[in-house]
């Protein structure tokens, strides 16, 4: 599966942005779907997590209460939707893909989108 992530910005303290991760290829419904990023001389982190079915999520405490990740199958899609955004959410922002849920670890995935830059200014 191909992953090409879109939506980032420059945006203030407290302001919103929704990020895109659009798939290629007929098996996107089987895939559970990430948000990982990573801030400059950071190591990648986790952000969010959705399951195949998108029954099951899970967020990196950091995160909880202002983003919601969600996904429309029908679209090959999945979304993060980042409110009250801070300086800290500052980074790059990467989607990732893996047949298997709950994985927090960038090296357990294998396919990759591109980035998407999220700058938030103070």
């Known amino acids: 599966v191909q992953l090409q992530a879109s939506g980032g910005g420059l945006v203030q303290a407290g302001g919103s942005l929704r990020l895109s991760c659009a798939a290629s290829?007929?098996?996107?419904?089987?895939?559970?779907m990430t948000w990982f990023r990573q801030a400059p001389g950071k190591e990648r982190e986790f952000v969010a997590t959705?399951?195949?079915?998108?029954?099951?999520?899970h967020y990196a405490d950091s995160v909880k209460g202002r983003f919601t990740i969600s996904r429309d199958d029908a679209k090959n899609t999945v979304y993060l939707q980042m409110n009250s955004l801070k300086p800290e959410d500052t980074a790059v922002y990467y989607c990732?893909?893996?047949?298997?849920?709950?994985?927090?670890?960038?090296?357990?995935?294998?396919?990759w989108g591109q980035g998407t830059l999220v700058t938030v200014s103070s």
């Open positions: 990732a893909a893996d047949r298997s849920y709950g994985s927090t670890r960038p090296y357990d995935y294998e396919y």
């Open positions: 290829g007929r098996s996107f419904g089987s895939y559970s």
């Open positions: 959705i399951s195949w079915s998108g029954g099951r999520l």
